[in-house]
Nanobody, 123 residues
Framework: QVQLVESGGGSVQAGGSLRLSCAAS????????MAWFRQAPGKGREGVGS???????NYADSVKGRFTISKDNASFTLYLQMNNLKPEDTAMYYC?????????????????WGQGTQVTVSS
């Protein structure tokens, strides 16, 4: 069973930065496609970015140029560096994983999910 634990959320003013982390308990972490999703109150779950075993990445248009997804295979950790944050980035952020290469940000295609970490951006 794969377990994902997010950390690093918090409150920040617009224009600020945060770095989210996701610790994964899976020995074959390097072969997984990992992703970040977010969900704001009253809205559906939105894909933010994904990264595969070849370190290819995919981002939602709304975060391109501001967010960077990365991973450390040695420590089984996924990261999301968020810069120039905007109030509309306020949401619960979730880490997700699937055991094959596919960068599509369709939440239904991901098998494992963390509990989420809250990000709040004030204007």
């Amino acid at each position: 069973q794969v377990q994902l634990v997010e950390s690093g959320g918090g409150s920040v003013q617009a224009g600020g930065s945060l770095r989210l982390s996701c610790a994964a308990s899976v020995a074959t972490f390097s072969s997984y496609t990992m992703a970040w999703f977010r969900q704001a109150p009253g809205k559906g779950r939105e894909g933010v970015g994904s990264i595969d075993s070849y370190v290819h990445t995919n981002y939602a248009d709304s975060v391109k140029g501001r967010f960077t997804i990365s991973k450390d295979n040695a420590s089984f950790t996924l990261y999301l560096q968020m810069n120039n944050l905007k109030p509309e980035d306020t949401a619960m952020y979730y880490c997700a994983a699937k055991p094959y290469n596919n960068l599509a940000l369709n939440p239904l295609s991901f098998d494992y999910w963390g509990q989420g970490t809250q990000v709040t951006v004030s204007s």
